[in-house]
């Protein structure tokens, strides 16, 4: 059981766009027992979740510094969840995580309990 993080392109400009991927294999993402998040670990910061999206019923939840800027969605066909991230700011900067749960959690962007955590990658939002 495993998410493959994959990101497009390298350094990310204040202001611009990039999308990251995260194709899951070994459990589908069509499951309504299977949420789907993106966490952030900057450096020197614990882990911290940035948007999760229910199996139940596809809500999308965000911690209120990426609202409005960044968007999770998922494929089922493709088994692959999304975090388009838009109007990137230095404060973005950390390896991204995606990770699977149960269920969204009472934190905004979090799982209730992370049952997977896919292998982080970087994003380096800088001019």
């Known amino acids: 059981l495993r998410c493959s993080c994959r990101r497009g392109g390298g350094s990310i400009q204040p202001g611009g766009s990039t999308r990251l991927s995260c194709v899951a294999s070994?459990?589908?993402?069509?499951?309504?027992?299977?949420?789907m998040a993106w966490y952030l670990q900057a450096p020197g910061k614990e882990r911290e979740g940035v948007a999760c999206?229910?199996?139940?019923?596809?809500?999308?939840y965000y911690r209120d510094s990426v609202k409005g800027r960044f968007t999770i969605s998922k494929d089922n066909v493709k088994n692959t969840v999304y975090l388009q991230m838009d109007s990137v700011k230095p404060d973005d900067t950390a390896v991204y995580y995606c990770?699977?749960?149960?269920?969204?959690?009472?934190?905004?962007?979090?799982?209730?309990?992370?049952?997977?955590w896919g292998k982080g990658t970087q994003v380096t939002v800088s001019s």
């Open positions: 070994g459990f589908s993402l069509s499951l309504e027992s299977n949420a």
């Open positions: 999206i229910s199996g139940i019923n596809g809500a999308q």
């Open positions: 990770a699977t749960g149960s269920s969204c959690g009472s934190v905004p962007g979090t799982l209730y309990v992370t049952n997977y």
